[in-house]
């Protein structure tokens, strides 16, 4: 079944770290976006990649980065510089630029050690 | 600004009884709509979309939403909630802004379903 897969589910941050969420699609599709959840506060986007080698900042890119080397696979960094990490992060997906629904995976959940 | 609101954060109803989920969007041309459910510790799934035509659209679990532009609303309901829809519920508004396919989230509300 087609899909999108984020790993891991749940992930422990120290401080100064880096962390890599992965998020990996075989719905072809061309465009793709990770969120951030907090409770009360619905999703908020950080980044977003129309194309392969092309991505965008969000409403609240600071302290993430992203890549985007295949059209597969969408990883998310959380940098240090990253200050409230703790969250409910979640990958997303749509067919291109028009607008079609996103199609979502099932999360990953970010904490501070 | 383009903003989506959903004014309830919790609802309860008993099992059998009907539903209406409020929303309500800030956008000044015609929206492309969308309402997820999530359950906990899960991602978002589609429950229906509106893009035009017919205001009344079907979806997915028996659930339906009614756009109305003179209100600015796009409430979902169901006549028979089942224990089984209990989870967090988002409205969506879609655009096309930038270059890309945007979707601004309300802050969703949270249903509880007594047996």
């Known amino acids: 079944d087609g899909g999108i897969t984020q790993s891991p589910k749940y992930l422990f941050r120290k401080e100064g770290q880096n962390v890599t969420l992965s998020c990996e699609q075989n719905?072809?599709?061309?465009?793709m976006y990770w969120y951030r959840q907090d409770p009360g506060q619905g999703l908020r986007l950080i980044y977003y990649?129309?194309?392969?080698?092309?991505?965008q900042k969000g409403d609240i890119a600071e302290g993430y980065s992203v890549s985007r080397e295949k059209k597969e696979s969408f990883p998310l960094t959380v940098t240090s510089a990253q200050k409230n990490p703790t969250a409910f992060y979640l990958c997303?997906?749509?067919?291109?630029?028009?607008?079609?629904?996103?199609?979502f995976g099932d999360g990953t959940r970010l904490s501070i050690l | 600004a383009q903003s989506v609101t959903q004014p309830d954060i919790h609802i309860t109803v008993s099992e059998g009884a009907s539903l209406e989920l409020r929303c309500n969007y800030s956008?000044?041309?015609?929206?492309?709509l969308f309402w997820y459910v999530q359950s906990p510790g899960q991602g978002l799934q589609l429950l229906l979309k509106?893009?035009?035509?017919?205001?009344l659209v079907q979806g997915i679990k028996g659930f339906e939403a009614e756009f109305k532009r003179s209100q600015s609303s796009f409430n979902l309901r169901k006549p028979s909630v089942h224990w089984s829809d209990a989870a967090e519920y988002f409205c969506?508004?879609?655009?096309?802004?930038?270059?890309?396919?945007?979707?601004?989230f309300g802050a969703g509300t949270r249903l509880a379903v007594h047996p």
């Open positions: 509106y893009f035009s035509g017919d205001t």
């Open positions: 997303a997906s749509s067919l291109g630029a028009g607008p079609e629904p996103q199609h």
């Open positions: 969506a508004v879609g655009m096309f802004s930038g270059g890309y396919n945007k979707l601004i």
């Open positions: 990649s129309q194309i392969v080698n092309d991505f």
């Open positions: 719905l072809n599709h061309d465009a």
């Open positions: 956008y000044g041309a015609t929206p492309y």
